[in-house]
């Protein structure tokens, strides 16, 4: 079972998943980054600095033996607009990532002098 594990665990796919992981998650960070300190503050200025987490719908208000309850919809609104803003920088950073590698493939080899 050891030497089951050994060969499971060394194998490409296994090594490559893990790097993928490591790395899916540093980019990750990169991104929500830039999400919250660049995006989000340049589209507050846009908007009139409307903070989209407090937009609430409230149900029931709040009385001295029970918080009120509310619909916290604006919180809502700001995951989905984060996650548009995440989804499309990550779709510019693989179409430019793409670009660079088609123009490696595309250079032409010199073919080798006939002697």
């Not at 594990?5 to 990169?30: C, M, Q, S, T, W």
């Not at 589209?43 to 009385?63: K, M, P, Q, W």
């Amino acid at each position: 079972m050891l030497k089951e594990f050994k060969d499971f665990a060394v194998k490409g796919n296994v090594i490559d998943l893990a790097v993928g992981v490591v790395i899916g998650g540093a980019f990750g960070k990169i991104i929500a980054s830039l999400v919250a300190d660049v995006i989000t503050p340049m589209l507050g200025l846009v908007v009139g600095g409307v903070n989209f987490r407090a937009l609430s719908l409230t149900l029931v208000e709040a009385t001295a033996e029970s918080p009120a309850v509310a619909i916290a919809y604006g919180s809502f609104l700001q995951q989905v607009f984060d996650f548009v803003i995440i989804a499309f920088s990550i779709f510019m950073f693989v179409k430019a990532f793409n670009s660079f590698k088609r123009k490696e493939e595309a250079a032409p080899t010199i073919p080798p002098v006939p002697t």
